[in-house]
């Protein structure tokens, strides 16, 4: 009796469109609740955890939706389990406060 308990490697690929306008919401809110240093230095320090970090999102879950929706938030669970996403993130982050500040430039010239 030959059990084969062999683990299939996950491939990683780039998030695709419907993920990355779902990162991109999330870097939005972010940046609109001014927590962008924070989030670019939490997300920075945890990306080596982002599984483990997943988990316990979802470890946390059944107490958290009940103050939020449950399905955008089991989706972003999924969404910062790949460190490449988290990667993606923080990108978006850093990208949309930097044309923010360059619009409040121009306004203000």
Not at 34 to 62: C, D, R, W, Y
Request: aromatic letters at 10%.
């Amino acid at each position: 009796m030959d059990i084969d308990i062999s683990v299939k490697k996950q491939d990683h690929t780039e998030p695709n469109v419907q993920e990355k306008e779902a990162i991109t919401r999330i870097a939005q809110k972010i940046i609109d609740r001014g927590f962008v240093t924070p989030a670019v230095f939490f997300l920075e320090l945890m990306k080596p955890f982002s599984l483990l970090g997943s988990h316990a999102l979802v470890f946390f879950g059944p107490i958290l939706t009940a103050f939020i929706r449950q399905d955008g938030y089991y989706r972003a669970t999924e969404l910062l389990e790949d460190s490449k996403n988290v990667e993606f993130l923080i990108s978006e982050i850093e990208r949309i406060d930097k044309e923010n500040n360059k619009n409040k430039k121009e306004v203000k010239s």
